[in-house]
């Protein structure tokens, strides 16, 4: 069983839908959450990042952690063709890179004009 | 600014050539990393470096060789090279390598082992 795992969907939307984007992980010990973004053949770009439970706003994004479920998601609203990528979720036990950042498999999802 | 660049964009070898994958960052990040992401598998980390002269493993390490002699570049090395190498290989530098702070990847190397 993986330690993160994310559907990869793909996942197709209407332009101006409310997309939720969602990993489920196995390791409690787990505090560090980001989401990243990849758009297709391009390196992925770091979208949001959480510590601990609770909810994070930025724009359009919303990123949520609740611990006690080991679920995390990102809610996009007011999705546009722009946002059509891959999403990536990552996190880590420890506040250093030099610990493990595991990723899922990431999220493809397509906003269709 | 460049940012990570990766060279090169794309490659095909034969099973045990060796190739060296380049990376430079021109942003003074002390903490440089490789990845490969291989359908459903996501991003995996092969080696990584917190500073010029450091090295250390990650979770993928088989197979590759890396050294840090400067700050700017991290190059990774296939000694002979394996179909099971056939990915999408990522550098990725970060300020000081906290989950905090963003990594900053390259475009990639797509590589092909025949």
């Known amino acids: 069983q993986k330690e993160v795992e994310q559907d990869p969907g793909p996942l197709s939307v209407p332009e101006g839908a409310i997309v939720s984007l969602n990993c489920t992980y196995s390791n409690s010990a787990f505090q560090y959450f980001m989401w990243y973004r990849q758009y297709s053949r391009k390196g992925p770009e770091l979208l949001m990042y959480t510590y601990s439970s609770g909810n994070k706003e930025d724009g359009r994004f919303t990123a949520q952690v609740d611990k006690s479920s080991k679920y995390i998601s990102l809610f996009i609203r007011d999705s546009q063709p722009s946002d059509s990528a891959t999403y990536l979720c990552a996190m880590s036990a420890r506040s250093s890179n030099t610990g493990k950042l595991i990723f899922g498999q990431g999220t493809t999802l397509q906003v269709k004009p | 600014n460049a940012g990570v660049t990766q060279t090169p964009k794309f490659q095909v070898l034969k099973t045990g050539q060796s190739m060296t994958l380049q990376c430079a960052q021109d942003m003074n990040h002390e903490y440089m990393s490789w990845y490969r992401q291989d359908p459903g598998m996501g991003l995996r980390l092969i080696h990584y470096s917190v500073g010029a002269g450091i090295t250390d493993q990650g979770e993928v390490p088989n197979g590759y060789n890396v050294s840090r002699s400067t700050t700017e570049d991290f190059p990774l090395r296939l000694l002979s090279a394996a179909p099971s190498q056939t990915s999408v290989y990522f550098c990725?530098?970060?300020?000081?390598?906290?989950?905090?702070?963003?990594?900053?990847f390259g475009d990639g190397t797509r590589l092909s082992i025949l």
């Open positions: 990725a530098s970060s300020l000081q390598g906290t989950v905090n702070q963003p990594q900053h």
